[in-house]
């Protein structure tokens, strides 16, 4: 089945340590996205990438980093400079960024905490 | 700026009770879509429908129906007949270019 794959479900960060989310995408779709969701604030859009090798910010970029190496992953790494990373991150691919008619196909989500 | 307002923060029905979502928005842009999705406790939004700003039909699927009016910027969404299973966070979306989401509400329906 073509899907969005984000992994793990869950993950907890040490302070001081830098941690990476996985998201992996067969659907072919040229545009990624990350976005990170806090309880009431919506979806944030993180970082996005329309082409291999290629990737802008988004709203809320400072912090963290990403990485587009291949057409099907688009791994997010949150650093420790990003001082309240707790948080629900979504990764989401759509066909073509600038089509806006374009929806977004979205993975089941990563919750990270601090311990 | 482009801005999403979802007003309502929870709403709690009971089942087979009609409940309408809010949803307004601001846009300068002229061509626009607006979307809606639906967060189950899964976590994965899921697409329920886009409209763009040119169609101002009424559109009805199932139990489901969205009201756009340019007239006050809203994209409302109504489900009739709730069932529990319709329990979810639900997001309004607004894309000229990124998507913009508003910060949702949370629909719990009772039996």
């Known amino acids: 089945d073509g899907g969005i794959t984000q992994s793990p479900k869950y993950l907890f960060r040490k302070e001081g340590q830098n941690v990476t989310l996985s998201c992996e995408q067969n659907?072919?779709?040229?545009?990624m996205y990350w976005y990170r969701q806090d309880p009431g604030q919506g979806l944030r859009l993180i970082y996005y990438s329309q082409i291999v090798n290629d990737f802008q910010k988004g709203d809320i970029a400072e912090g963290y980093s990403v990485s587009r190496e291949k057409k099907e992953s688009f791994p997010l790494t949150v650093t420790s400079a990003q001082k309240n990373p707790t948080a629900f991150y979504l990764c989401a691919s759509s066909q073509l960024r600038d089509s806006f008619n374009e929806k977004l196909f979205f993975g089941s989500g990563t919750q990270l905490s601090v311990l | 700026a482009q801005k999403v307002t979802q007003a309502q923060t929870e709403i709690s029905v009971v089942e087979k009770e009609d409940v309408t979502l809010d949803c307004v928005y601001e846009?300068?842009?002229?061509?626009?879509?607006l979307f809606w999705y639906k967060q189950p406790p899964s976590g994965e939004l899921v697409f329920l429908i886009r409209?763009?700003?040119?169609?101002?039909q009424n559109e009805i699927s199932g139990r489901y129906s969205w009201n756009f009016q340019k007239s006050t910027s809203s994209f409302n969404f109504t489900i009739t007949a709730s069932q529990v299973v319709d329990s979810a966070v639900y997001f309004c979306a607004l894309r000229p270019n990124d998507m913009r989401f508003g910060a949702g509400t949370r629909l719990t329906v009772k039996p």
């Open positions: 846009t300068r842009d002229t061509t626009y879509y």
């Open positions: 659907l072919n779709h040229d545009a």
């Open positions: 409209r763009n700003s040119f169609d101002e």
